[in-house]
């Protein structure tokens, strides 16, 4: 079946460092790719998106490709802010629309 | 107001006991959702609908129930609530095709 990879940290971070978070999938076909943020005491949002190779999905400074040949979609951000402290999810969307998450990331940035 | 709203947002239940989680959308969707999230394994499907008349169990039905009680209504049950039930609950909904959810805040659910 599919499956989502990404460590589950907590990655720490000093505020304007580089941010890399990783995502690897398994999939029969040409799944979508998501990218969701989970603010402490809230539900999930779509952070971005991107539905087939090649495409970069991008939102709030944060972007992420789709790269089918390595079955990555690794999330970056040049330079993190305090605010960006959260769980960021991995996703995919395959066959029938079934959508299968990773463990999610858990990040802190400190000032 | 929030596009889904949960009730309620804590919860504290005692082993046994029946307890329902509900869930209300203003998206106009036909999908709904019902997940739980629990710490090193993320978020697992519990039941889905596509619609009034359609629903559907996901990974981990056993213990649970749900009702659809109109296209913006479903909610979750807990016949016999158990401490392993322990966890975050969300409801999300989404349009049909390539698009994402939209998150409940979730509800978070002790059984003691």
Not at chain 1, 45 to 57: C, E, F
Not at chain 1, 81 to 92: E, I, N, P, T
Not at chain 2, 36 to 62: A, C, H, M
Request: net charge neutral.
């Amino acid at each position: 079946g599919d499956s989502v990879t990404q460590m589950e940290g907590p990655v720490t971070l000093s505020e304007e460092a580089f941010l890399t978070i990783n995502c690897t999938y398994t999939a029969t076909g040409y799944p979508s790719l998501f990218w969701y943020v989970q603010y402490p005491g809230e539900g999930l949002q779509l952070l971005l998106k991107a539905t087939k190779a090649d495409d970069k999905g991008s939102n709030k400074g944060f972007e992420a490709t789709y790269r089918k040949e390595t079955t990555s979609f690794h999330l970056e951000k040049g330079s993190v802010q305090v605010s960006d402290s959260a769980v960021y999810f991995c996703a995919l969307m395959g066959g029938y629309q079934k959508v299968t998450f990773g463990i999610g990331t858990k990040l802190q940035v400190i000032p | 107001d929030a596009d889904v709203t949960q009730t309620p947002r804590n919860r504290i239940t005692k082993t046994g006991k029946r307890i329902m989680l509900e869930c209300s959308q203003t998206k106009g969707h036909d999908r709904m959702y019902w997940y739980r999230q629990d710490p090193g394994l993320g978020l697992r499907l519990i039941y889905y609908s596509f619609d009034v008349k359609d629903i559907n169990k996901g990974e981990i039905s056993d213990g649970y129930s749900v009702s659809r009680q109109a296209q913006a209504k479903f909610s979750l049950s807990l016949e016999s609530a158990i401490p392993n039930q322990t966890a975050l609950y969300f409801c999300a909904t989404r349009g049909d095709g390539l698009y994402g959810y939209t998150f409940g805040s979730g509800t978070r659910l002790t059984v003691v």
